[in-house]
């Protein structure tokens, strides 16, 4: 609880390690104390998480706090709150939870092409990029539920809180229809405000 306060990013003014081995070398550190250098673990104890392929190691938050008591609890923003603050500059829509999963339904189907529009989650500070994975994670299923591969994608309007993109087509049933996962590929759509 006493030191010097750093306040720029040229300037590191605390480390965090996570020991993965450590032996009886370095096993003279107490318990809820700070620490020398070198010093890892609590007496007589040993530290081996690589010891195995399983091993994993999971961080929720780190509280850096001056005094010489921490509170019991994290004092950041709600984890709800902080979406949304992302949100407001980035989202990706990651397509992942089954083989050939609704993306959009699509406004218009012609036998060349269908458009659709994709509501954004969290309206966006600016009017964002779009990018998406390689057309051929697309697939397109048309109203006769018939599967199409797509030729290509094309972004032609964006807003803030919502996108309209081409889906290039040949042969598809004039109709509804919709734009799914292509199987299990990797496919996602990325709205990028943070320019």
């Known amino acids: 609880n006493t030191g010097t306060w750093y306040f720029n990013?040229?300037?590191?003014?605390?480390?965090i390690n996570v020991m993965l081995n450590a032996g009886t070398d370095l096993d003279d550190a107490t318990a809820d104390t700070w620490t020398g250098s070198s010093e890892f673990i609590t007496s007589?104890?040993?530290?081996?998480?690589?010891?195995?392929?399983?091993n994993e190691i999971y961080l929720s938050q780190f509280s850096i706090v001056k005094g010489s008591s921490a509170p019991d609890s994290f004092l950041g923003e709600p984890i709800s709150v902080v979406k949304k603050q992302i949100a407001y500059y980035v989202e990706r829509f990651d397509h992942t939870t089954g083989g050939s999963e609704t993306i959009s339904r699509a406004a218009g189907t012609t036998a060349s092409g269908s458009g659709r529009a994709m509501i954004h989650y969290q309206p966006k500070r600016a009017i964002p990029t779009i990018t998406t994975s390689a057309f051929g994670t697309f697939s397109f299923l048309d109203d006769q539920n018939t599967t199409r591969a797509p030729s290509g994608i094309i972004i032609n309007h964006t807003q803030i809180d919502r996108t309209q993109h081409i889906c290039t087509i040949s042969g598809a049933t004039m109709g509804a229809g919709?734009?799914?996962?292509d199987g299990s590929d990797t496919t996602w759509i990325m709205a990028d405000a943070r320019h």
Request: with cysteine; hydrophobic share 30%; charged share 30%.
């Open 9 to 15: 990013e040229a300037t590191r003014g605390l480390r």
């Open 44 to 54: 007589g104890k040993q530290d081996n998480l690589i010891d195995y392929a399983g």
């Open 178 to 181: 919709c734009l799914i996962r």
